[in-house]
């Protein structure tokens, strides 16, 4: 069965840091295309990163960008996102989704149940 | 870029077609997606490359994309209907995905 699951989400400070990972089972995870989207309390998604399905390149929303890293392990089917610099408004449920081309142009057709972060002091 | 609107809202009756635009200036020429969000749920995908239906999702489910107005339309609604929904595409420009800001279907 195809999965993703996403872990490494808790209360960090604000300047803090805190890594997510998503790991991906059931299917070829080096073909894909991936992302990280959140949901910040009381709001709608808001797409964060993209990285490429050999992790060659990657594209971060403007949000985000300078703070957090995207990044994968193909030979370990992981996806991470490294967050810096963490503020309030970074508050958010974190999801990754698995892209159906390896250069995640197209459509988002599995997606993980999501992990939570709090920035707060 | 890119800015996605769509209506906060939408709520049908039992059995009755819900519509759902998605407005953001020239979008005729792109792919337009949809997902389905349900409070603690991962979301789902219901409609891509503006009006194809993966599989598992009922023929109730439909899209479009003509005159620069993307829409989800929903016939024979059901209680299970009741949801989120959010548009999305790729805006080449600014190499990012783009999200509509969402409307909660009501199941009156």
């Known amino acids: 069965q195809e999965r993703l699951a996403e872990s490494g989400g808790g209360v960090v400070q604000p300047g803090g840091s805190l890594r997510l990972s998503c790991a991906a089972s059931g299917f070829t995870f080096s073909v894909h295309g991936m992302h990280w989207v959140r949901q910040a309390p009381g709001k709608g998604l808001e797409w964060i990163a993209v990285?490429?399905?050999?992790?060659?390149?990657?594209h971060l929303a403007a949000s985000v960008r300078g703070r957090f890293a995207i990044s994968r392990d193909n030979s370990k089917n992981v996806l991470y996102l490294d967050m810096h610099e963490l503020r309030a408004e970074d508050t958010a449920t974190y999801f990754c989704?698995?892209?159906?081309?390896?250069?995640?142009?197209?459509?988002?057709?599995?997606w993980g149940q999501g992990t939570l972060v709090t920035v707060s002091a | 870029s890119y800015v996605l609107t769509q209506p906060p809202s939408v709520s049908v009756a039992p059995g009755q077609t819900a519509t759902i635009s998605c407005v953001g200036g020239v979008l005729q020429f792109l792919k337009i997606h949809w997902y389905r969000l349900k409070p603690g749920q991962a979301p789902s995908l219901v409609i891509y490359d503006n009006s194809n239906r993966p599989s598992g999702i009922p023929e109730r489910f439909s899209g479009s994309n003509s005159a620069d107005r993307p829409t989800l339309t929903i016939r024979g609604v059901e209680a299970g209907d009741e949801a989120y929904y959010y548009c999305q595409i790729w805006d080449y420009g600014e190499d990012a995905v783009v999200f509509g800001g969402g409307t909660y279907l009501t199941v009156l």
């Open positions: 989704a698995r892209d159906y081309s390896p250069v995640g142009l197209q459509w988002k057709d599995l």
């Open positions: 990285t490429w399905s050999d992790g060659s390149k990657s």
